[in-house]
Every structure is written in C-alpha cells, then in structure tokens.
C-alpha cells in the first residue's frame, strides 16, 4: 500500500476514476427521473434500462477495438472529452419535454457509456506497463472499491440534487464537469500513464477476418486465459456466466422476499432493503480494498468455488424462510468473496498475457457476465413471482451447484 501511494499512475488513475464513476453514477438517477416526468415514463425507463446492458455486451468487441489505439492514454483523454462535450450539448435541451429530446438523450448517454467501456479497457495495459505484479491486484481492488462505494454517493446525490432544485440541465452540466476534472487528471499526468505504442498494431486496415479466423481468435484468448488462471478456460467462462445470471437476480428475489415477510422481520420495509443494499456494497468494497488477508493466496478455483457454496446457501436460508440476520451475512461474505474476484482475474491475467492480448481478453470476460446478467434477472424475478418462491429457488439452488461443479471437476492446467 505505501509503494502505491508512491506511484504516480496509481494515483492518476484511481482520482480519475473518482470522478468519472461520482458523474456517471450522479447522472444516471437523474436520467431515470428525467425519463420519469415524460408520458410513457415505463417506455422510456424500460429504454434506459436495455441502453445500460449494451455496452458491457460489446466489450469483447471493444476490446479489439482498444488494440487500435496506440497511445493509451491520449486515447482516454480524447475520448473524456468527448464525453464532456456530450453531456454539455445535451444540458441544451434538456428543459424540453419533447420526445425527440427524451429520445436523443438515451442516445447520447448509451454512446458515452460506450466510450466508458473503452476508457475501462485502456486502463488495463497502462496498469500493466506502470505497476508492478505484486502490486497490481491491490491496485486493482482499490480502484474498484472507489466504484463501489462512489456509486451509491453518486445516485444519492443526484436524488437529493434533483428533489431540490428539479434542475435537470445543471445535472447534466455537473456531469460534464466531472468527465472534464477526470480528463485534466491524465493531462497533468500524462507522461506517469502513457505507454509506449506496440509494434504489433499496424496503422493499416486489416483484411477481413473469416469466420475460421474468428473462431481462431476465441480459441487463443481461451487458450491465454487458461494459462493465466490455470482454469480450462471454456469452463471457467461457462461457470461465470451461470453463477453471474443467478447472482444477478438476487437483488430483485430479495426486495420480493422482504415484500413478502416484512411483518416477521425486526425492520420495516425500507429499512430490511437499506441494510441488504449495505451488506452488498460493504463486502463488495472490503474484499475489494483488503488484499492482504486470510484469502491472499487463495486460487480462483477456490475463489469462485466458496462463492458458489455462498450463494447456493443463500438459496436455501431464503426458501427455509431462516434468520433475516443470516441472510445479511451470507450476503456480506459472498459480496465479500466476489469483491476479489474481478481484481484477481485481472492481476493473473496481466502476470502472463502481452499487452496486445489484453484489453480483448477482459472485454471478452465482460460480455460473457454481461450476456448472462438480464436472463438470470429476468427468470428469476419473473419466476419468483409466477411461479411462486419455493420452485425459483429451487431452480437457482440447481443452477447454482451446475456452476460448482463444472469448476470443481474442472481439470487443473499446470
């Protein structure tokens, strides 16, 4: 920890991402109740929600698209202030009610996330390049538990900026001042953070790649990620994508839950759904910022292997209808074991993979927790209320085991 807050590009990248998530964050719940004061409030909302999905679907595309950005860091400053533009043309119009505005706004905001998607890309190899191997999973976690505790700060702060002053074009302004502040960071820092422009991307197109070739392409970044996580990789993309469809569901299956069996809890409603919020957020923040603990050398395998224990118990304390204060640490500590998760993964990664294989190497993983994540909601949140509590949990205890199994009979990759 002393080394990195010695460490220039650390500390350039992680205030850059302060702000940057503080905007995002703050401007997203003010965007659902921008939508929210127009007819057809659910079109627009249900819009907004399918926009936020997209980017993380392409990111595998992204990811090749970031190989073609030779300069890292010029790239990540162009790009934010592009961003800033945005949100400044759309503070323009948006004290209008017209449709068109509504619908340029969702528009503007999809293509911003879009760019945000890249800028998380590019980060990867300027970690690589600029922190060394010990160092980077710690760095990582810091940098991703500045997200989680700095989105809650964000949506709140849009709520209460917007129930007090209903100023919907400041929002957007403030917005674009955070993407500014996050550009400024790089421009004052940009020799700590650029990195020197790989050889192995030429400037010229290149010709089109068959599908064999695509096919060939998948089958080296599985073929990489086996080696960097020694994990088959088809399985451990295939377990991901299951444990993250069925955790995905979670939250909409406890607020349904908590719905359900208020009056036997020791809390009202709106403060059982606080505390679950809390107990996410703080486990996600604390395994994300303390690297050096009990688990510091636990293997991915058993990473994801007691997070799936985690969850298939959190199955059946819901459908035994257990200790509400069970549930909260059950999900305390999966949150916990998920927080180390994602910086583990990224670290491994980075220890064996060339730069030129990275950024399409998390974009790849990306889309596949993506892909998975509106299913899992869905199916479960529908389940829950159609088919009734017992069978859907039932169905992601089930699911839940399918992912622990194929880790557990995963062969390991020496």
Same mark, same amino acid.
Request: hydrophobic letters at 55%; proline letters at 2%; a negative charge.
């Given at each position: 920890m002393?080394?990195?807050?010695k460490n220039r590009t650390f500390l350039t990248l992680s205030t850059s991402n302060f702000f940057q998530t503080l905007g995002i964050s703050f401007f997203n719940i003010i965007l659902l109740m921008f939508a929210k004061s127009f007819d057809n409030a659910q079109l627009w909302v249900a819009l907004i929600s399918i926009s936020a999905v997209i980017p993380g679907v392409l990111s595998a595309v992204l990811g090749n698209v970031v190989n073609r950005f030779n300069y890292k860091a010029k790239s990540i400053i162009i790009l934010t202030i592009i961003q800033a533009v945005m949100y400044l043309y759309m503070a323009v119009y948006m004290d209008h009610k017209y449709t068109w505005v509504i619908m340029?706004?969702? %528009? $503007?905001?999809? =293509?911003?996330?879009?760019?945000g998607v890249l800028i998380g890309l590019l980060r990867y190899p300027i970690i690589q390049a600029h922190i060394e191997g010990d160092n980077r999973r710690q760095a990582l976690g810091i940098m991703q538990s500045i997200a989680f505790f700095m989105q809650?700060?964000?949506?709140?702060?849009g709520v209460a900026?917007?129930?007090?002053?209903?100023?919907?074009r400041m929002g957007s302004l403030i917005?674009?001042?955070?993407?500014?502040?996050?550009?400024?960071?790089f421009v004052f820092n940009y020799?700590?953070?650029e990195i020197n422009p790989t050889t192995s991307v030429s400037d010229q197109p290149e010709p089109a790649q068959t599908s064999k070739e695509k096919a060939i392409s998948l089958k080296k970044v599985l073929a990489l990620l086996t080696d960097a996580t020694k994990i088959p990789g088809i399985s451990l993309l295939a377990s991901l994508m299951i444990f993250n469809g069925i955790s995905a569901g979670?939250? %909409? $299956?406890?607020? =349904?839950?908590?719905?359900?069996h208020s009056d036997s809890f020791y809390f009202s409603f709106g403060v059982s759904i606080f505390l679950i919020t809390i107990a996410s957020i703080a486990g996600q923040i604390v395994g994300s910022f303390w690297v050096n603990d009990f688990m510091k050398n636990y293997t991915m395998k058993k990473l994801l292997l007691i997070s799936a224990v985690l969850l298939i118990l959190l199955f059946v304390v819901l459908a035994l209808q257990m200790n509400f204060l069970l549930i909260l640490l059950l999900l305390f500590a999966m949150s916990y074991i998920i927080g180390k998760v994602n910086p583990k993964v990224a670290s491994d990664i980075m220890e064996k993979v060339d730069e030129k294989y990275l950024s399409p190497m998390m974009g790849t993983i990306s889309t596949v927790m993506t892909l998975a994540t509106p299913v899992g909601s869905v199916a479960l949140v529908a389940g829950y209320a159609g088919i009734g509590p017992t069978i859907t949990l039932t169905i992601g205890i089930g699911f839940a085991a399918v992912s622990f199994l194929i880790l557990l009979f995963a062969k390991k990759i020496d």
């Open positions: 002393h080394t990195l807050i340029m706004v969702i %528009g $503007v905001n999809l =293509l911003s996330d879009i760019f809650p700060i964000g949506q709140a702060a900026y917007i129930g007090a002053t209903g100023d919907y917005n674009a001042a955070t993407f500014l502040i996050s550009a400024l960071i020799k700590q953070v979670i939250d %909409g $299956v406890l607020n =349904l839950y908590v719905l359900d």
